[in-house]
């Protein structure tokens, strides 16, 4: 099970939880997983969020797959300069 | 120079040769953004609203229009509507931001371009175009735009990241917020605790080109735009945008770009100068002067940051509280998510809160600056670091050791930290012969650091290897600091010819393919890695035509030292320049695609070393010794890897010392000009000392971090902790300017 | 509207050309003359982008009007080389990697070619005074100032 951890910005959408297991081998699986969960959530998580999965960040990370304990963050954006 | 991991070997990554791009650019042949003349071209002009926040009543183009050698007039009633049109809201913005529609927003906001023969026609024109405004109450900060009875500059705005939704609209775009632990058990837990709050102002990015187009429309609705951005894949999105076409319709070739640091990521000419040109049947240019860059691109938000932090006796960070409120300008959009993410990620801290907003004022739109978000917080948290550590007498550098992220720490903004430089950084600091320099009367000694992610993203790479066994490499990010040269370096490595041998170039939108923009630190880390793929995929495709004139397998050979060598020496080398001269007998001319979404980004890190002197009587404080520490990973160029440290600490001291946006009480800007914008010149300033460390970042073939943001996240504290050793005084407003110092000076002594 | 007939030696060449009376030399010589070398970051006399030699001394040539060219001798970025072979300054510059974006090294190259045919061997706070009025946003001047201390002491044959 991915361990999939939320800033406190984006609690709002947890009803207040910061970390939720899920069972899912890719980050659009565990998105989907996450919005039947927490309905609406994907469109927020598509649009304003980077991914981290174990430590390293990704801006489209879609299709990137999610290992077995993997830990996954969702990010607010940022632009670099 | 500190190595921390064994340098490999390389025969040409970490070298320091002239620069591909150097000769034309000390003989004046380099073509910038305003350089190009195209036949029959036209001047064009920008009309701006004098108004801070003003309704558009009306526009009068008539007397405009009949003037002698006008042939364009446009307003923002040319462009399509795309808020009728269901576009996304950052969209709206953009376009509603390079040219205003009901509502100007800000003074310097465009409401109106022309075109004419002479530059003295268009001048001219611009002056005519009679607009009517209905002035409107405006906010200048972020304290009058969140007061409760501001008024508004979007009456629909409803603050995001609130839970529940507000059903009053404000000035408030969004809130963020970062928390772990229990704030109340760590600041328990401290023996020392400091309080303070800090104010910033605007300050620009300064590049010392202004921002230019030139463009050339057909009448079958094409268009080629010649730019000078950070990005012309992203000036053709966002052109093709506001002007409702499809980017395939706009071919952008990139100028030679006179500096950015962020600031040109962002369209502001672009698609006025293709509407000027569909209107008039020629091309034109549109340059901008000096004080509409002040007033209508950039800079950075001014802000307001409190900062609680509490400390054990032993130097361990218990707790940390930070709110800050960033300003936008005219548009939602602040850097104050990266602030929240960025201002405690250096440490290690058990118990925090940070919490931000993201707040719109009748100032123009801010737009990247270098590492964007993360100096105000820094010069903030760094400052309250530096009270505590003195609080408890502990050297600045041994209590940033005590809480400093390394491998494995839980980042404050989320994940686990890879492999990083930090700790290297503050050793280098403590192990300089700065740091234990005599100091003089009056001086002053800080310590300061900073973070910032880094950025991958997209990038392509073309290889072609020419008839003579020379190379070509083909790239779309714009060159703004010397990154032809790691492109070319990293290319000779892998395909192990001279370093001479390569050329590297940037192309137009058309040529290769799509570059996100030369930000984020990410042109050598992304664009590099697409650059080596490519040469890999050469060097595969030689070792294939070698085997094919050996008539042996694949796998016998390999291609060491820039030849193919047959595994048991039995055939004698054949070179690049063998391989390519017969090139038509193996298969045709060779050459190679890469593109990639980059992996594997690198954070970097940086800690700085500032000596001051403050003159006592004057309050004057000027920057005697400075040394800066920063984690390339990897040095492709170390020239230019401390081309970026220096600049960045400058830029640094002048958003310190001097660097304000000054408004008058109708928001007006009174200093648009770079004698009343004082950025720091060769007599202000010392030699600035470089130590890269490189930490290499595995994820990445040669180690690069990227290095051209984090150099400016530190000075800012570092000078007012050097400023605070000197003469006792804590400053908390930017810039610390000489009055300013005098009078908490003055304070001091009352 | 009536222009002015201006000769000039520009680089080495003698040149004409016409020019309105209100038109800066720099828009003379970039448009009229198509040297654009010289830059504009300001157009106020501020940033030094503009400078070039006029009768050997350093200027800015945002700040004259065209028609003052007329009867001088101007030296712009494009006649620093001699035949081809840069000068010391363009080479040091090239070697010490003064430069990054390179919007401003005309400039700084102009002010520094008259600052060394003046004082052949500056100190470095000479230098950084000579170059206090030429802006460069990228580098932070430090390798600039080394690039013209590494050019003096090739001129001076050391």
Not at chain 2, 66 to 91: C, Q, R, W, Y
Request: with cysteine; net charge negative; aromatic share 6%.
């Amino acid at each position: 099970m991915a361990q999939v951890h939320f800033s406190a910005g984006l609690r709002e959408l947890t009803g207040g939880a910061a970390q939720i297991e899920v069972d899912a081998s890719t980050v659009r699986g565990l998105i989907k997983a996450l919005d039947e969960m927490f309905p609406g959530i994907a469109a927020r998580l598509s649009e304003a969020s980077s991914v981290a999965i174990d430590g390293e960040i990704f801006t489209d990370a879609e299709y990137e797959s999610v290992s077995e304990n993997a830990e996954v963050h969702f990010l607010d954006i940022f632009q670099g300069g | 120079m500190a190595i921390t991991e064994e340098n490999p070997g390389y025969k040409w990554v970490g070298t320091r040769p002239i620069r591909p791009d150097g000769v034309e650019k000390v003989t004046g042949k380099a073509r910038f953004g305003a350089d190009l003349t195209l036949p029959g071209m036209l001047f064009g002009k920008v009309v701006r609203s004098p108004h801070a926040h003003a309704r558009i009543v009306s526009i009068d183009t008539s007397a405009a229009e009949s003037m002698e050698g006008v042939k364009a007039v446009i307003t923002g009633a040319d462009f399509p509507d795309l808020a009728a049109n269901g576009a996304h809201p950052s969209e709206i913005d953009v376009a509603n931001n390079a040219i205003a529609r009901d509502k100007v927003l800000y003074e310097g906001h465009v409401v109106a371009a022309v075109a004419a023969i002479t530059r003295e026609q268009a001048e001219a024109a611009a002056k005519a175009v009679a607009v009517t405004y209905e002035a409107l109450p405006h906010v200048l900060t972020v304290d009058e735009a969140m007061a409760d009875d501001a008024p508004l500059l979007h009456e629909a705005m409803i603050t995001k990241g609130v839970d529940p939704a507000p059903e009053e609209p404000s000035n408030i775009a969004s809130k963020i917020l970062h928390e772990r632990g229990d704030l109340d058990q760590g600041f328990g837990e401290a023996d020392e605790v400091v309080e303070r709050e800090f104010t910033t102002k605007p300050v620009h990015q300064g590049y010392i080109e202004p921002h230019a187009a030139v463009a050339d429309a057909n009448s079958d609705g094409r268009a080629h735009i010649w730019c000078s951005s950070q990005g012309h894949f992203q000036m053709r999105a966002y052109t093709a945008t506001v002007l409702g076409v499809s980017p395939g319709t706009l071919k952008v070739t990139a100028a030679e770009i006179g500096g950015g640091f962020g600031g040109k990521t962002v369209i502001y000419l672009e698609p006025l100068a293709v509407r000027l040109s569909q209107r008039a049947g020629r091309p034109v240019k549109l340059v901008m002067d000096r004080d509409e860059v002040f007033r209508a691109t950039g800079p950075t938000s001014g802000t307001r940051i409190k900062v609680k932090m509490g400390v054990s006796k032993d130097g361990k960070i218990t707790a940390a509280e930070v709110w800050m409120a960033y300003e936008a300008g005219a548009y939602a959009g602040s850097p104050v998510g990266a602030a929240g993410m960025t201002a405690i990620a250096c440490y290690d801290i058990p118990n925090f809160v940070v919490e931000g907003y993201d707040v719109v004022c009748n100032k123009p739109r801010v737009a990247a600056y270098r590492a964007p978000g993360a100096p105000m917080a820094a010069f903030a948290v760094e400052s309250v670091l530096d009270e505590l550590a003195r609080t408890i007498e502990m050297d600045p550098i041994d209590i940033r050791l005590t809480n400093a992220a390394v491998e494995g720490t839980q980042a404050s903004y989320g994940p686990k930290f890879p492999r990083i430089g930090f700790v290297e950084t503050l050793e280098a600091i403590k192990e300089h012969p700065n740091y234990t320099a005599e100091l003089g009367p009056n001086q002053g000694r800080g310590v300061a650091a900073g973070f910032w992610f880094n950025a991958g993203m997209m990038s392509s790479a073309t290889v072609h290897v020419n008839e003579n066994g020379t190379a070509t490499v083909v790239t779309g990010s714009p060159d703004i600091g010397g990154s032809r040269q790691s492109m070319a370096l990293m290319a000779a490595e892998e395909l192990g010819i001279p370093y001479e041998s390569i050329k590297p170039i940037v192309a137009d939108t058309e040529t290769v393919g799509f570059n996100d923009v030369t930000g984020g630190s990410r042109v050598t880390l992304a664009t590099g890695a697409a650059v080596v793929d490519a040469c890999r995929l050469i060097v595969e495709d030689l070792r294939g035509r070698a085997a094919k004139t050996w008539d042996v397998e694949v796998d016998q050979v390999e291609w060491v030292d820039g030849q193919a060598q047959h595994v048991d020496g039995s055939q004698p080398p054949l070179s690049l320049n063998d391989l390519a001269a017969k090139s038509g007998r193996t298969g045709g001319p060779i050459s190679a695609n890469a593109s990639l979404n980059s992996r594997g980004v690198g954070a970097g890190f940086s800690t700085q070393l500032c000596d001051v002197e403050v003159d006592p009587e004057t309050g004057v404080t000027r920057v005697v010794r400075y040394l800066s520490a920063q984690d390339a990973g990897r040095a492709i160029s170390p020239d230019y890897v401390e081309g970026q440290m220096q600049g960045g600490v400058v830029q640094g001291i002048g958003w310190a010392l001097n660097e304000e946006y000054i408004h008058d009480t109708e928001g007006v800007m009174e200093n648009p000009s770079f004698l009343d914008y004082r950025m720091p010149v060769a007599s202000d300033l010392p030699m600035i000392d470089c130590a890269i460390v490189e930490v290499p970042n595995p994820a990445h073939p040669y180690g690069v971090r990227g290095v051209g943001e984090v150099g400016i996240v530190p000075p800012m504290a570092a000078v007012g902790n050097a400023i605070r050793d000197a003469v006792d005084v804590r400053m908390t407003e930017l810039p610390m300017s000489p009055i300013k110092v005098l009078e908490a000076l003055n304070e001091n002594d009352g | 509207m009536p222009r002015t007939h201006i000769t000039t030696v520009i680089n080495g060449d003698e040149t004409e050309f016409l020019t309105e009376d209100s038109t800066s030399l720099l828009n003379a010589l970039r448009d009229e003359v198509g040297l654009t070398g010289a830059k504009e970051g300001c157009g106020t006399g501020d940033c030094g982008a503009c400078s070039i030699l006029v009768d050997d001394r350093v200027n800015c040539s945002c700040l004259m009007f065209a028609p003052e060219a007329d009867g001088t001798a101007i030296v712009t970025v494009e006649g620093l080389a001699d035949s081809g072979e840069l000068h010391p300054l363009q080479q040091c510059f090239l070697e010490g990697a003064a430069l990054q974006c390179g919007i401003c090294t005309p400039g700084f190259l102009m002010a520094a070619k008259a600052l060394l045919d003046k004082n052949p061997d500056p100190t470095e706070t000479e230098i950084r005074y000579a170059l206090a009025g030429n802006l460069c946003r990228c580098t932070g001047y430090d390798k600039i100032i080394r690039a013209v201390q590494e050019a003096a002491r090739e001129m001076r044959g050391q």
